[in-house]
């Protein structure tokens, strides 16, 4: 017999209506739930938790009327989709009882100097950045390679990774605030002479656990690969080199120049690039296929084409990136920082799983117009722990806002994720936010004033005139001083496309200024999407799968802990339509909809598709991984990344199940029930169990695969 749910006869049932799964209400308990000392909770609800983060956003308005005007319209945004990040919800309002926390998800550090001062300076930086919550992302290329001699030492340096080493300890101990363990990103350019190192680097069980670490991937490689050429493994050469040791520059054997984050004390040449010394070359094929077989054994490196990072960054004429967030979905400048928000789109679906399934678009644009003010509001609050981030965020009040759910509101809506159809959803999703929130930052600009530094005047240089041949056409020359506004809005290459929809807007703009520099980024969602989200799809990724284990963190236990959760799509199938359907079911009764796929349904095409769809409207960037199935063929996989290139985008990653190397957040049962872990007993015996065996060791209970993982790579017992 089915159950028949009943609504009033003028309310069209949402996916709102889905009641929260019990780990849903867990991770909310855990990670964002304001408690006191004691434990006592204070957010007695979730709808508290909103209540407190909507007061803490209003009060930085003005006047008592617009602090209570606006807490409502917050309060109703909350209520309607809208999610603050992590920090937001954890932090924003609870200064009483954790008053050293920011609510900003992600810094940058200052470029790291070549010099011990330096290096051991941002580490203590970086400390007090984790400890206040934030992640943080680094250059490490800017330090000289293994073997290069230190004449202040009189020694030879270890290199970059053994400093790496470093900051990985220091964040493994700081631990985060609100219970979350540091975060943090290396980048590392593609021609450093020690590129091959960072590439193999976590092929060494338990180092750099706590890095994400990608690749700076520029143009250049990438041709050398298509075509099959040499690739140079260079770095700068001190100017007091060159003069004691009598170096011919123009010698093309020994020397390359190059684009190089930090000048100081090296040798330049008339278009500003730097004197590098030639410590190898290799083939770029060769090394393009190392970066490939790491990638595929072991997820990283991550891929990051920082050209076009730097091309389409909307404060080109200010700005020159090297780092990103954690997560890649932040590319920040030195001591750069970012808060984020994402809108989660099924409660805006209407009549689910019917053929008059639709979306709320009018609702939406509202959600996303309070949400602006909101996020802008939270600069005021940033909590942030240096004094050289504050200004940063002060200057330009970036923020990044992006969705949440799109996997799970393309089913609802009944389309498959990577579908023709499902592309121009994205893109219209996309536009949609871009557009209202440029609109709402002009509209804040009038009220409140624009970004600082977009009222700054800048100093036209022969390096802007070859990046934007636009300027010297409308009769701007080397030395003209313009403003920070009209370079931003006129010129900067994203902001050129808003004005092909909108021209009187984006002129606006170029006239008054933008409240923020920049509106968009797309974040991977994990714990809000699980928890207030109810495990609607992470960002703008498929389901994972629809019935499927997290491994999380739990304060005391000494391996990660296992637990069964729900798609969001899935509890709104049974809660709507057919409480009997179960994924994989064999009859008609109990069977899901064809648009039910999951991640690995998805080709790695089709994922490339749907960023590169969404790309064109964010400004920022998108954390997004192509998952592909455990058997995925090799040869197959080295060409997402080309297509991801050709496509356009900024960054590209992926993930493949290979427990040999390492043991996801996300599992499938069937994985863990295929894998065989042994292990070595006191007298020497072995066992071997598979990996969703339970296994009872030092008094508490362990899957294998958590126990086996956490011993490997050396975190068992130390949360």
């Known amino acids: 017999m089915k159950t028949a749910h009943l609504q009033p006869a003028d309310r069209p049932i949402t996916a709102a209506d889905v009641p929260m799964q019990p780990a849903s209400w867990d991770i909310w308990d855990q990670k964002y739930r304001l408690k006191a000392k004691d434990g006592r909770p204070i957010d007695e609800t979730i709808d508290g938790t909103c209540q407190r983060v909507a007061r803490a956003v209003a009060e930085v308005e003005a006047t008592p009327e617009l602090r209570e005007c606006w807490y409502e319209k917050f309060l109703w945004a909350l209520r309607h989709g809208a999610i603050p990040a992590g920090r937001i919800v954890s932090n924003a309002g609870a200064w009483d009882h954790k008053p050293a926390t920011s609510t900003i998800n992600c810094t940058v550090s200052g470029a790291i100097q070549d010099s011990m001062d330096a290096i051991l300076g941002k580490v203590h930086e970086a400390g007090l950045t984790l400890k206040a919550g934030c992640g943080i992302g680094y250059e490490f290329s800017t330090l000289r390679p293994r073997g290069a001699y230190v004449s202040g030492a009189g020694a030879y340096t270890s290199g970059p990774l053994s400093f790496m080493d470093i900051y990985d300890k220091m964040c493994f101990t700081v631990s985060s605030a609100g219970g979350r363990r540091g975060a943090q990103m290396g980048t590392f350019d593609i021609g450093h002479p020690d590129v091959m190192e960072f590439i193999r680097a976590k092929r060494e069980a338990g180092r750099l656990r706590q890095f994400n670490l990608s690749l700076l991937i520029t143009r250049e490689f990438m041709e050398a690969v298509r075509q099959d050429t040499d690739w140079l493994l260079a770095f700068p050469l001190l100017a007091k080199e060159v003069e004691q040791d009598q ?107 019917t053929a008059q399934a639709s979306f709320d678009w009018e609702t939406y644009r509202k959600v996303v117009a309070i949400f602006t003010r909101m996020l802008d509001n939270v600069v005021e609050i940033n909590g942030l722990p240096l004094e050289r981030q504050r200004r940063e965020i002060l200057s330009k009040r970036r923020h990044g806002m992006g969705y949440l759910g799109l996997g799970s509101t393309l089913a609802l809506l009944g389309m498959k994720y990577g579908s023709p159809e499902s592309l121009g959803f994205t893109e219209k999703i996309t536009r949609e936010m871009a557009l209202t929130g440029w609109r709402t930052a002009l509209e804040l600009a009038q009220e409140k004033g624009p970004a600082p530094v977009l009222e700054q005047d800048f100093t036209i ?72 989200a109810n495990n609607a799809s992470n960002g703008i990724e498929p389901s994972f799968a ?110 493949r199940f290979n427990p040999a190397a390492f043991q996801g957040v996300l599992v499938k049962e069937q994985d863990l029930a295929n894998t065989g872990y042994r292990f070595v007993l006191e007298d020497g015996s072995e066992i071997e169990v598979k990996g969703n065996e339970e296994i009872e060791y030092d008094g508490e209970v362990h899957t294998a695969a958590n126990l086996f993982d956490a011993i490997k790579e050396g975190y068992y017992g130390k949360f």
Request: hydrophobic share 40%.
């Open 461 to 532: 240089t022969a390096a802007m005139l070859r990046q934007r041949p636009e300027l010297a056409r409308d009769g701007i020359q080397e030395g003209d001083r313009v403003k920070g506004k009209v370079l931003h809005a006129r010129y900067s290459r994203y902001m050129q496309r808003i004005a092909e929809l909108d021209a009187d807007l984006v002129a606006k703009l170029a006239e008054v200024g933008a409240r923020f520099t920049h509106h968009t980024s797309i974040a991977p969602t994990g714990t809000i999407a699980l928890s207030i």
């Open 247 to 353: 170096i011919d520059l123009s010698d093309p054997e020994r020397i390359v120049w190059r684009e190089w984050p930090i000048t100081t004390g090296l040798t330049l040449n008339g278009i500003g690039q730097v004197a590098c010394k030639i410590y190898r070359k290799i083939r770029a094929r060769r090394l393009w296929d190392a970066i490939m077989t790491s990638t595929y054994d072991y997820a990283e490196p991550g891929f990051i084409l920082i050209d076009e990072v730097n091309a389409m960054n909307n404060n080109w004429f200010c700005e020159t990136i090297r780092a990103s967030n954690p997560c890649g979905e932040q590319m920040l400048p030195p001591y750069g920082s970012c808060l984020l928000g994402s809108i989660n789109l099924t409660p805006f679906v209407q009549n689910p799983f």
């Open 546 to 655: 629809h019935h499927y284990c997290r491994n999380i963190i739990r304060p005391g236990k000494k391996s990660k802990e296992k637990v069964d959760v729900f798609s969001f799509e899935l509890l709104a199938y049974r809660h709507l339509i057919n409480p009997q359907a179960i994924p994989n079911a064999e009859s008609a009764e109990e069977r899901l909809p064809e648009v039910f796929i999951t991640a690995d349904d998805v080709t790695p095409c089709q994922h490339v598709d749907i960023q590169a769809a969404a790309q064109k409207w964010i400004d920022s960037s998108i954390s997004k991984t192509a998952n592909v199935p455990p058997d995925f063929p090799y040869e197959d996989f080295k060409n997402i990344y080309f297509y991801a290139y050709e496509q356009g985008l900024k960054g590209c990653t992926t993930f």
